[in-house]
């Protein structure tokens, strides 16, 4: 730390590392004050501006706390989204999804606030490490599977990111987390786009988004409905602004989800999709890259994170009570749940962006930069989306869940009811603030990175959205017996890795296999008797010709050893003894012959 | 809130009837509302256009999700379960 900054991330990790350790009474104060001084800190550092908590990391320096506007708006906002999240698991017992949650926004925050690749790399990875247990902890049937699949995909995202890092620094020789040449992209920019691209479920790097938020457990989905999708647009808005193709991949997400939102039969699954939807707008802003579309982008972002969030613990607390999540197994719960009922139809309605909820003050923004650019094309695309968006979010889905056909079974409606209080409380401080961004963004419009130049409230923006929410509803009730919700899967891109995956294991358990035992059979009948007889004949060699080398040197060895051992035994005694007593008698005799 | 919901259900000829006054006076408001700030030459010169889009494109979402499904992106929710790529043990 330096100055007065204090890193919001560090108060979550410290603050997750103590939840073991606190029980009872204080268990729920505590989990409101780490989040409230997190949120304090991240207000505190809106009045920096610069780099901060600067480390010398062998050649590289680390920058854990870069503070400017970009990053303060998606900071503040994330700092906000713990609070909720963690009020509305407030009575959840299992200590460990509080601390992963707290461990997932401390790597969002982390990846916020960080100044240089290396960095953010290192919080990039702590979210997907954690957030995965918040899918494990839901425990369903799917659950298990459903993580290993969000795991390795965002493993498969990393590792794009990290080459993508790596191949930059060798180019440029640093490793600042800055804005990268986007009008002459080199192989390092596309990797590095691709790998936020891929948390930002940007099609079609999308699948594991539906697939793991409608499987995540019923609190640990409001918590992943914000941060990894909306921290990638920060990290592409940081990088890749201006980048054309985002423009284009943008209008596909805010279409593709739209379809598949439609279609979608599991409530949590619909909302999913919605963020694809959602998510290519702030893309697209990101994209077309001018200050009202970067402030588009931002704008959007943080509205979305309220809506949507408010929505995922609406559909949560269904979840929560019923313990069913599909349209064809819900209905008329406005009876049951009216509360719910009431802050869900407010998420919907931010979402429609209708006048005075949410999304009326920023996604005009991001098409309105797209018609000033001349990007017409995306502009008129991207007001499809949205009047599909109205379609699937702001009716489809509180008309088959709250009204329509009741599909419960006698179990779940006498299990439906309002939750717990703090579920409740949580989902009334959402409402309260979608309401609020929506009528008086002035203050949302003043942390924005550029100054603000856009005004929501004319006469002819209300009679564009009022015209096209009254007609587009007008038009599903007259289409809704096409909307009706069916028990069916819809499939998707990832279809391709899960019948790749179960082809492969196919592959492996049978033609693989059918060559081992084949291979095997081969082996036995014609290589083992050939090694049997090759073995025979080099046992023979090895008996008549090596050993008999080998024992002749060994049998001369031996006598000669044996000759030694005579001689170690003391016969050279006697042997010494019979030469000297001849050369005695040689010398006596020749002495005797001398003298005579 | 219930009651007031249901009170409004036993009375739905009236509250249709509101809705589609609502709906012509959304449109005659559009029809008077200043075009100046409107990006496009179509939102200013096609009366009521942003009626039309709201219906077109609601009608078109529906239309395309719909022809979508049929295709063969709708499938039974045991789908991955009944793969031909797994084992009897598997299913």
Redesign the interface.
């Known amino acids: 730390m330096t100055g007065s900054f204090i890193h919001p991330a560090l108060i979550m990790i410290i603050g997750a590392l103590l939840v073991p350790f606190i029980r009872g009474p204080l268990r729920k104060p505590y989990l409101i004050l780490i989040p409230l001084l997190t949120l304090g800190a991240v207000i505190g550092n809106n009045s920096l501006n610069g780099s901060f908590a600067t480390f010398q990391f062998m050649d590289w320096q680390l920058v854990f706390g870069r503070v400017d506007k970009l990053s303060s708006v998606f900071a503040s906002i994330m700092a906000l989204m713990a609070l909720i999240g963690t009020l509305y698991g407030m009575h959840v017992e299992k200590t460990g999804e509080h601390m992963t949650a707290w461990f997932y926004v401390a790597g969002s925050l982390g990846t916020i606030y960080a100044g240089d690749y290396l960095t953010v790399f290192l919080f990039w990875e702590m979210m997907a490490f954690a957030s995965v247990f918040l899918i494990w902890f839901r425990k369903g049937p799917q659950s298990l599977k459903v993580g290993y699949r969000y795991l390795i995909i965002h493993t498969i995202g990393g590792v794009v990111l990290l080459f993508g890092i790596m191949l930059r620094y060798q180019a440029v020789g640093d490793i600042e987390f800055s804005l990268l040449d986007v009008k002459n992209p080199e192989l390092y920019t596309w990797l590095i786009m691709a790998g936020f691209a891929l948390n930002a479920a940007v099609v079609p790097l999308h699948s594991w988004l539906p697939d793991a938020y409608s499987e995540a457990s019923f609190n640990g989905a409001v918590f992943m409905c914000a941060f990894t999708t909306k921290t990638a647009v920060y990290t592409l808005a940081r990088s890749c602004a201006g980048m054309d193709i985002l423009v284009l991949l943008g209008v596909i997400m805010a279409l593709y989800g739209v379809i598949y939102a439609v279609m979608e039969n599991d409530i949590r699954k619909l909302l999913a999709w919605s963020i694809v939807s959602q998510v290519g707008y702030m893309v697209a802003g990101v994209g077309i890259g001018t200050e009202l579309a970067i402030n588009g982008a931002a704008a959007h972002a943080v509205v979305h994170i309220l809506y949507k969030s408010l929505l995922f613990m609406g559909t949560g607390s269904v979840l929560y009570m019923t313990g069913k999540t599909k349209f064809t197994e819900l209905g008329g719960l406005y009876k049951k749940m009216p509360a719910t009922f009431f802050f869900t139809i407010i998420g919907c309605l931010s979402i429609s962006a209708a006048p005075f909820f949410a999304a009326y003050v920023s996604k005009g923004m991001i098409i309105g930069a797209g018609f000033e650019t001349h990007l017409n094309w995306a502009s008129w695309l991207l007001m499809l989306g949205a009047t599909g968006t109205f379609m699937y979010n702001g009716v489809k889905l509180p008309y088959f869940l709250f009204f329509g056909k009741n599909n419960c079974s006698d179990e779940t409606w006498e299990k439906a009811a309002d939750p717990t209080w703090n579920m409740m409380a949580a989902m009334a401080f959402g409402s309260v603030l979608c309401i609020y961004v929506g009528s008086a963004p002035g203050v949302l419009y003043s942390m924005l990175p550029y100054a603000v130049h856009y005004d929501p409230f004319t006469a002819y923006h209300l009679a564009e959205t009022l015209q096209i929410l009254g007609f587009a509803a007008f038009a599903f009730f007259l289409l809704k017996k096409y909307l009706e919700p069916v028990d069916r899967l819809c499939l998707d891109m990832d279809w391709f890795y899960r019948k790749g995956g179960l082809f492969f294991l196919w592959v492996a358990k049978n033609p693989l296999q059918w060559f081992d035992t084949a291979w095997g059979e081969v082996y036995r009948a014609v290589g083992l008797r050939t090694l049997m007889t090759t073995s025979k004949f080099w046992s023979w060699f090895d008996w008549n010709a090596i050993d008999g080398i080998i024992d002749g040197l060994a049998r001369t060895v031996r006598a000669i050893g044996g000759r030694l051992r005579v001689l170690q035994a003391g016969q050279i005694q006697y042997t010494m003894y019979f030469a000297a007593s001849f050369a005695a008698v040689v010398l006596i005799a020749y002495i005797l012959l001398q003298l005579s | 809130?219930?009651k007031f919901?249901e009170y409004l259900q036993t009375r739905m000829k009236t509250v249709i009837m509101v809705?589609y006054v609502?709906?012509i006076l959304?449109?005659a408001?559009?029809a008077i509302?200043?075009?100046s700030?409107?990006?496009?030459w179509v939102?200013q010169n096609i009366p009521?256009f942003?009626?039309?889009?709201?219906?077109c494109?609601?009608?078109?979402?529906?239309?395309?999700?719909?022809w979508?499904?049929k295709a063969?992106?709708?499938?039974?929710?045991d789908?991955?379960e009944q793969?031909i790529?797994?084992?009897d043990s598997e299913n």
């Open positions: 809130m219930i919901i809705c609502l709906l959304t449109a408001f559009a509302v200043d075009k700030h409107a990006h496009t939102e009521f942003w009626s039309i889009f709201g219906f494109a609601a009608a078109a979402v529906i239309g395309i999700a719909r979508f499904g063969g992106i709708q499938v039974p929710e789908y991955y793969s790529w797994l084992d």
